[in-house]
């Protein structure tokens, strides 16, 4: 197995190095960069690239580590007992598989993306590190141990807004995202758009890197925005000398609703 991007996905290098790398030492890859720098969109490309089936896991604020394993539905049991349900006498019948669950149990290898784990409590990502490490978890509701048939290729990703703890990231291999420069940027808006007016596309560029550069702001354009952007300038059939009449300042470019969101200015 050997990614290097695909056809809709351009991975630098040092990216492809990485996910090569993770998947030889058999880690988690852990994935942290800007909003918008395709983090979560490389696991469904290094799946699709490797014909591989994608498992996704979404972390939300109440998500807890038990979910990706099980979850004992008690309360449905305790119904279906005093309604004489005949499915009460199996106990299987009152577990819900995790992620986790579904991953290791998987006939053949999978991707399981774990994405945006900085969402969650801080003690969620040590609670599967004995999961992570052993590829392997007890079920003591039907008192049976699920080991992982194959070792899935394991991404997770972070948007940086906490920060993990050192014995999780110790059993990762870990890779920052950096922000495209405007010749990887080029390649990415060549993989988006066929026959893309060339001026139109440079001076679209140099307006989004200068409006990145902008002090003071709040959020910067991400690379998904860009794209965005550019999808409105086509449909609007903005042309090239339209972005030179923007200074920034007394005149915006058009459509810069997609490119600043909220407040632009601290």
């Known amino acids: 197995m050997n990614f290097q991007g695909t056809d809709t996905y351009i991975a630098t290098r040092e990216l492809q190095v990485a996910v090569n790398a993770s998947i030889q030492l058999q880690r988690p890859l852990l994935v942290k ?17 490797l014909n591989k089936k994608l498992l996704t896991w979404h972390i939300k ?22 309604l ?30 774990i994405d945006e784990i900085d969402k969650a409590d801080i003690e969620f990502p040590n609670d599967l590190l004995l999961e992570l490490d052993r590829m392997e978890f007890y079920v003591y509701e039907t008192q049976e141990t699920i080991r992982a048939k194959h070792r899935p290729i394991i991404i997770i ?31 990415i808006i060549n993989v988006h758009f066929d026959k893309l007016d060339e001026e139109l596309m440079d001076n679209a560029m140099k307006v989004f890197y200068n409006i990145r550069e902008v002090k003071g702001l709040k959020k910067k354009p991400s690379t998904s925005e860009l794209i965005d952007w550019i999808k409105l300038l086509k449909y609007g059939e903005v042309k090239a000398n339209d972005l030179n009449n923007a200074d920034m300042i007394t005149q915006m470019p058009p459509y810069t609703g997609a490119l600043l969101k909220n407040e632009q200015m601290s």
């Open 33 to 49: 960069g800007e909003p918008g720098t395709g983090k979560t969109l490389l696991a469904f490309e290094i799946a699709r690239a």
């Open 61 to 82: 604020s109440t998500t807890i580590a038990q979910q990706g394993l099980y979850e004992y539905d008690a309360v449905s049991r305790l119904r279906d007992s005093q």
């Open 84 to 113: 004489g349900e005949e499915r009460v006498k199996d106990i299987h019948n009152y577990i819900k598989k995790g992620k986790l669950w579904e991953a290791f149990e998987a006939d053949e290898q999978v991707v399981l993306l």
């Open 157 to 187: 990703t972070s948007n940086n807004e906490k920060e993990l703890p050192d014995a999780f990231l110790r059993r990762c291999f870990f890779y920052y995202i950096t922000f495209p420069d405007p010749a990887t940027m080029q390649d």
